[in-house]
């Protein structure tokens, strides 16, 4: 099955500073999803983009999507030692049947120096 | 207290047995998924159910079973048939078809197989 692009699969930062995070895809998709997780949990949903070109905040968390409809980023500004764990971008096509299950990228782990 | 229930969080068995993995949810949510995750890689669907007793095939279906008897539940059994079952099983839930695309994810179950 198809996998969304997350790269690099780490990123390291120092406290403080912004991060920025793509996700790409060679498909459409009409909703982008960012989730967070934490060693041992299930992952958290973070922001839903529902159009294309959408810029939605929540917090220090900032989410776009993409004009194309083919790729998201997540941005963290100011980060701080909760932000660490694995971020997931998905991608979903519609809210019935097949269209409805979410194609998920790999994660990125994101640990942040104090 | 609201929310999607998984159990138990860890689980051990041996190879060639069966096993069941519960997952209930008081969220009123129509659709119900479980997914896979293996360490370094992003969810796999596995099962996902819209509707009471209706399910369908997700992208990794093989070796594994559901049932969707009542609208709060959604086991899922790991057979003996699974080449591979040790895995981090994730449930996941979906608020009313048709108006909601997010899907909110229980803390998990760890399955071992030795």
């Known amino acids: 099955g198809q996998q969304l692009n997350q790269s690099p699969q780490s990123m390291f930062i120092q406290e403080g500073e912004d991060v920025s995070m793509n996700c790409t895809s060679s498909s459409i998709f009409n909703t982008w999803l960012w989730y967070k997780q934490d060693p041992g949990e299930g992952p958290v949903l973070l922001i839903a983009l529902y159009k294309a070109g959408e810029l939605t905040s929540n917090g220090r968390l900032t989410a776009q999507f993409g004009i194309t409809r083919k790729d998201s980023f997540l941005n963290i500004s100011a980060s701080i030692p909760s932000d660490v764990g694995i971020y997931f971008c998905?991608?979903?096509?519609?809210?019935?049947?097949?269209?409805?299950?979410?194609?998920f990228g790999k994660g990125i782990t994101l640990s942040v120096r104090p | 207290d609201g929310g999607i229930t998984q159990s138990p969080k860890y689980l051990f068995r041996k190879e060639g047995q069966n096993v069941t993995l519960s997952c209930e949810q008081n969220l009123n949510h129509d659709a119900m998924y479980w997914y896979r995750q293996d360490p370094g890689q992003g969810l796999r669907l596995i099962y996902y159910?819209?509707?009471?007793?209706?399910?369908q095939k997700g992208d990794i279906a093989e070796g594994y079973s559901v049932s969707r008897e009542k609208k709060e539940s959604f086991p899922l059994t790991v057979t003996s048939a699974q080449k591979n079952p040790t895995a981090f099983y994730l449930c996941?839930?979906?608020?009313?078809?048709?108006?909601?695309?997010?899907?909110?994810f229980g803390p998990g179950t760890r399955l071992t197989v030795l």
């Open positions: 159910s819209q509707i009471v007793n209706d399910f």
């Open positions: 996941a839930t979906r608020g009313r078809l048709a108006t909601y695309n997010e899907q909110f």
């Open positions: 998905a991608g979903q096509l519609g809210y019935t049947g097949a269209n409805s299950k979410l194609t």
